[in-house]
């Protein structure tokens, strides 16, 4: 399975901190993707990393990709209240005919003010 | 900004009735999907759907599941017969291309089966 598994399960910590979390996955992909999901809502995408990247930006967003680790690794810097949600990591393997993206079990964010 | 719409948000059905899920894909994307997360667990693909057929689909997806695209615009997901553990939120996606293209969601539709 290319799933991927967030680490830590959960994360709390204080207004302005950063908050780094971890991705690990099995199989090759064609490139690993961020959601976030606020409560009783959607996902949203936040980032796109191509297999043959290895860092992105956007805006207080920071991801890196290490393909021969299999880990990729989403950074908030300068946490808000708003930041609080779950965050998941997605891998794509649609290339090759496998049609889907698969969700890992994500990491819950909680900010404390 | 386009955006994926899913009706109803939820839906309580009795044990062994059928239930049709609805979501309108946002208009040029040409690859839709859905997802189930039972209550605070993992989001799991249920299957993808390209050119009027089933291009992927996972072990859930049984024989009591089916997609259908009727029309130009709306995109659904049926239950024939629901039991108990079909109870969860049901996303629709929709991407414009097959990869390298993120997935934009819907806010879901609570299934519960009593």
């Known amino acids: 399975s290319q799933q991927g598994e967030e680490d830590p399960q959960a994360l709390s910590i204080q207004e302005g901190e950063n908050a780094t979390m971890n991705c690990s996955y099995k199989?090759?992909?064609?490139?690993l993707q961020w959601y976030r999901q606020n409560s009783g809502r959607g996902l949203v995408h936040l980032i796109l990393?191509?297999?043959?990247?290895r860092e992105k930006h956007s805006g207080r967003l920071r991801v890196t990709l290490d393909t021969s680790k299999k880990s990729s690794s989403l950074l908030i810097t300068a946490s808000r209240a708003a930041d609080t949600a779950s965050y998941f990591c997605?891998?794509?393997?649609?290339?090759?005919?496998?049609?889907?993206?698969?969700f890992g079990k994500g990491t819950r964010l909680h900010i404390l003010p | 900004e386009p955006e994926v719409t899913q009706t109803p948000s939820h839906q309580v059905t009795q044990m062994g009735q059928e239930v049709i899920l609805r979501c309108v894909p946002i208009?040029?994307?040409?690859?839709f999907y859905w997802y189930r997360q039972i209550l605070g667990q993992k989001v799991e693909f249920l299957v993808s759907?390209?050119?009027?057929?089933?291009?992927?689909k996972s072990e859930i997806f049984d024989d009591q599941f089916s997609v259908e695209r009727p029309d130009g615009s709306n995109f659904t997901l049926k239950i024939r017969s629901t039991k108990l553990e079909d109870s969860a939120m049901y996303f629709c996606?929709?991407?414009?291309?097959?990869?390298?293209?993120?997935?934009?969601f819907g806010n879901g539709t609570r299934l519960t089966v009593t």
């Open positions: 996606a929709s991407s414009y291309r097959s990869y390298n293209s993120p997935l934009h």
């Open positions: 199989t090759s992909i064609n490139n």
């Open positions: 990393i191509r297999s043959n990247e």
């Open positions: 997605a891998t794509d393997g649609r290339l090759n005919r496998d049609d889907k993206i698969i």
């Open positions: 208009s040029n994307h040409l690859y």
């Open positions: 759907f390209y050119n009027n057929e089933i291009s992927e």
